[in-house]
């Protein structure tokens, strides 16, 4: 391939760059002239934006001319001298502080804006851009008549150096008056009035006044008024002692209710399988999210990897890992019998080993779930599983049964309020379960846990977490060493490594408990783009015998941490230390981890 072909230019007189930093804003001006040759035009335009990337380097009297000889551009440079910024001030305001007007002013990303003023060229043009963004923003705080002049320039004595001074008058605030309502409004005034959203108690602006008018048409189409009309009428003018009068008039026109759907393009599946999912709208009045609903739990299910078309999907899965071999056989069956039941079932072989033992593990789970409401899930399950302890390592009277059959049936419940299933930012959940566990046909002990999580922005970029857990065996025959509780690891106490957490025997192997709890609390905050760093702290234990359960003997983490968030979840680093080691407790623990801790 052969090379590219470049222009023949020369920058006489510049002095402050490079003529490789002097072609970089140039190639296109200069690719042209490559390929067609130097003409008046073309040699007018490369000086032309030759002069601009001075100024916006700082260079405000540069003077740059063209020269053509023969096929060789000359671009001489007169670069007069660089002025960079000294201090930017702002006279006037009162409402809005210096800090704020300033990153307003300079603009940019938050590295920009925290650097001082002397680290910038001055770039008049960019100064008044940052003029028109204050502006901008008095008007979005209700400051309707405020007025900001341009940015007045005063230069040190050797020209070096630019002081910057925005004169500001602020005038009235502007906020929302009397809001009232005309027309066939058909809801109540307190229904109409929170139809109208947040900014009700924002500033008054004429673009909150139309996000009003779209917030309540949005709530009549949301309650069946499909083809509904608002319109606002607002004029600051009208205002008295600043607050602006609003009115909306109302025409709903006609209420829409669901009916059928029509498909076409469907190869994937069968053609009964959409209508079957839409049928339990038909009749209720026409909510546009009420359809999005329904076709985002269509696509959470994996309706697209489905069997035989009938949108169920059927998956294998092999995970191998330095601790052993997970395989797993998993159908799904999102609508039971075309009802609002879902079924999930497994087929499963476990090939793993803990510290202390190992085992081989077989069984089968199925789990039938139903939604009472968008956020509370109730369900049954049925366990049966195969499990033998080897090569066993720890005390063989704290083992328990080492090759045993247990059956498991339980119940569960999800009340489930986050505003997102796997990366949420506001909201809670509380999940529960209880089972009664067989072995070799008797009954051998019973088993309840429950999980708290709570997520609580803070600000705009920061948020708390707070978890709590718990569980509680009750034993009627021994337990076995795997059907106990452990601790510690990257979603519990993370002072400690994985089940290193509680009772061991005179080996020091972890023998696990019959109850167990975990407390957490944890702060992220941004660093830069998708990267968080997290401050956590953990708190948790485990007690062999349940009737002791209760919170002695917790043991603590107080750590750092690092977060990736990704649209799936994040990708965590996290240390934890442990504030008060035992004689056989590490003094933290290091994991790297994917999803939420809690």
Known sequence: MPPEKTADVTFPGAKSFTPEQLREPLAEPLHDIAESGVTKPRADDAAYFLALFYRKHGFPNVEVRYEIRGSHLVLPVSEGRRVYLRTVRFSGNTAIDRKTLYEYMIGGTEERQLKEPTAFPFVAADL???????RGLYESEGFLDAVIDDASFTFSSDGTRADVLVRIREGRR???????FAGNTLFSREELLKALGDPLTQPYTTQRASTMERNLQFFYKSHGFYNAEVNVESDPKQQVNGKVPVKFTVHPHDLYRFDGITVEGLDRLRRDFLPKRFARLKGQVYDPAKLDE?????????????????????TLAVDLSQRGLRGELLYIDPWLFDSEFSLRTKLYAISRDEEGYSKRESGFRADLTRKV???IELGLFVQLENVEITEALVEPELLGATAYQIGTIGFTQSFDF????????????INTALDADTIAGEVAFGRATARLSYYQPIGTRMMLALGARGGLIYPLTDVPIDERYFNGGSTTV????ERELGPRDRHAYPVGGQAFTVFNAELTFPIRGALQGAVFVDAGNVIAEFENAGVDDMRYAVGLGLRYKLPIGPLRVDYGVNPNPKRDEDFGAFHFSFGFAF
């Open 294 to 314: 329904t076709y985002r739990e269509m696509l959470r299910t994996g309706l697209f990897r489905n069997l035989r078309g009938r949108g169920r999907p059927l």
């Open 494 to 497: 993370r002072s400690f490594q």
């Open 373 to 375: 409401t968008k956020n």
């Open 174 to 180: 502007y906020t929302v008056g009397t809001v009232t």
């Open 418 to 429: 986050r505003d997102h299933p796997v990366n949420p930012s506001r909201g809670w959940i």
């Open 128 to 134: 008044q851009t940052g003029v028109a963004r204050i």
